[in-house]
């Protein structure tokens, strides 16, 4: 089968030949629909050599859709022709975190060796996918693959942030969203059908500001040296109740810091490497600080829910395996206004 690796470090993703897997006991073969392609794979092939839970080379594609191929011995629960996504962050399967559904906080998946696809286990980006456990598959009930695939990353990662913090966004709140790319624009979507709270977008470029006004926000700003004077007026100098950075370089991560309210929640999602220092006086008073990491399994189901009744719509542009490559270089130079989706 064709497949995009990441091979070696320091370089770009590569088209390869690999034989087709075949499903262990327990496991699911996929043939893939589409696979989403994201800005955390640009960082782990970015990496320096052992600072990487794993080794190359590995499949990219951690966000991925299929039709049921094969069953692995004892694996039950799905059939052959279901059309399914692929739920990414795998734990150990016992624990309380995963007996909840929250796989993604798993304790112990680390020591066991147990990966995400594409971020460690093989990939979506490629003609097939081994998923681990029937459970990592959820029906998708009619929607668009290509529509649907970055839902389980680019929508799940935000709908948990914004799951866990509407609380804080009663009638008359403002919610800030820091940078409107893939996960951004779908953030934006999930502020409007969850909460009643004005969403307010910053990105640095018309066309993203444009998303933003599309996906529903009520304002939408230049992220610029005027930003946070712009953000203080709209809040009437108060701050946003709750500020969702999708960019996190160190910029973004002092503008979400200025504007979030006393009491307020601020959600660092990129991967910018920047930081929010926490302690007495360096933000306003109450304010927590919290690194979401991707979704419930739960989640992913109202995820798709959300989109089967037309309340959550991905821009996407889509690219055959042999074009990811050229895909991946355009996402690095701020080429894609939502979500790339490869198409095998």
């Not at 002092?254 to 930081?275: K, N, Y």
């Not at 008073?285 to 829910?305: C, H, I, K, S």
């Not at 089967?308 to 991905?314: E, K, M």
Request: net charge negative; hydrophobic share 45%.
């Amino acid at each position: 089968m064709k497949a995009v690796q990441f091979r070696a470090h320091g370089r770009g993703p590569e088209l390869v030949t690999l034989p087709d897997p075949v499903p262990g006991p327990g496991q699911v073969l996929l043939k893939v629909t589409a696979a989403g392609i994201c800005h955390s794979d640009l960082s782990l092939m970015a990496a320096e050599p052992g600072t990487l839970s794993f080794a190359p080379p590995v499949t990219l594609g951690h966000e991925a859709a299929g039709v049921v191929e094969e069953l692995g011995p004892g694996a039950a629960g799905v059939a052959v022709g279901d059309a399914v996504a692929v739920y990414g962050p795998w734990g150990c399967g016992v624990c309380r975190a995963c007996a909840a559904g929250r796989e993604n906080y798993c304790p112990h998946a680390a020591a066991l060796g147990i990966r995400p696809p594409g971020l460690g286990s093989p990939g979506a980006l490629a003609e097939y996918l081994i998923v681990d456990h029937p459970r990592h598959l959820v029906p998708l009930d009619g929607l668009d693959p290509v529509q649907a695939v970055p839902l389980t990353d680019a929508g799940l990662t935000p709908y948990h942030a914004v799951a866990e913090s509407r609380h804080r966004l009663p009638p008359g709140s403002t919610a800030v969203v820091i940078g409107v790319g893939g996960l951004g624009h779908l953030a934006v979507q999930i502020l409007r059908a969850l909460t009643p709270a004005r969403v307010i977008a910053l990105d640095v470029t018309e066309e993203r500001l444009s998303l933003a006004r599309s996906s529903g926000a009520h304002e939408a700003l230049l992220s610029d040296d005027a930003a946070p004077a712009a953000l203080s007026g709209l809040t009437g100098g108060t701050g946003a109740a709750a500020v969702y950075d999708f960019v996190a370089s160190p910029a973004t991560t002092a503008l979400a810091a200025g504007a979030v309210a006393a009491d307020g929640h601020l959600a660092v999602l990129g991967i910018g490497r920047g930081s929010v220092p926490v302690a007495f006086g360096s933000l306003r008073p109450g304010v927590t600080v919290t690194v979401p990491y991707w979704g419930t399994r739960q989640e992913l189901l109202d995820v798709l829910a959300l989109a089967r009744a037309g309340r959550l719509s991905t821009r996407t542009e889509t690219f055959s395996l042999d074009q990811a490559p050229e895909a991946y270089r355009r996402l690095s130079e701020g080429g894609i206004v939502g979500r790339a989706v490869v198409v095998p």
